[in-house]
């Protein structure tokens, strides 16, 4: 159980690995010309979550 959570190979360690990659990979992608129509949301707290679905059940424009 221990690796699970503090090993190289665990889970969290898995995590940390791949967002540091994709912070670097996604914007890259998304730039792609059949992407760009797409609109990325950061979303930094659950309460910046909560407000930007709040404004999803007014319309995506409110």
Known sequence: WRN???GRESLFA???RTER???T???ARF???HLRELRVVHLRSP???A???ARQEN????
């Open 4 to 6: 699970a959570f503090l």
């Open 14 to 16: 898995w995590a940390i």
């Open 21 to 23: 990659r994709n912070r």
């Open 25 to 27: 990979a996604l914007p």
């Open 31 to 33: 730039a792609r010309p």
């Open 47 to 49: 309460a910046a979550a």
């Open 51 to 53: 407000r930007w679905i």
């Open 59 to 62: 319309g995506p424009d409110a």
